[in-house]
């Protein structure tokens, strides 16, 4: 009988020491857990500061216009022959207009 409460004796305090041990983990695994989310927010952050200086940046405006089909046709086929974009054609044209 007594090597019986023994070991219940020592298995519990192995399952003592187990379940110590299992916090300890668990409470450096939280820590690490709230180290990764601060940088990762702070990472975000970064990338955000960063995204709204490039666009503050850009020295280049979006113009939006609408024209009629055959202009259309014309720009395109005029943009074709000349191997380049429509937006670099148009470009090019509005910047010698203005010149």
């Given at each position: ?71 259309e046709?014309?720009i ?10 429509v ?13």
């Amino acid at each position: 009988m007594t090597n019986v409460k023994e070991t219940e004796k020592e298995a519990r305090e192995i399952i003592k020491k187990a379940k110590a041990e299992a916090r300890e983990i668990v409470k450096k695994a939280r820590e690490k857990a709230r180290e990764i989310k601060k940088t990762a927010q702070k990472q975000a952050k970064e990338v955000k500061c960063k995204k709204e200086k490039v666009k503050k940046e850009r020295k280049d405006k979006f113009l939006h216009t609408r024209v009629p089909e055959e202009l259309e046709r014309k720009i395109k086929k005029k943009a074709e022959e000349m191997r380049v974009p429509v937006s670099i054609l148009i470009r090019n044209t509005l910047e010698d207009v203005f010149k």
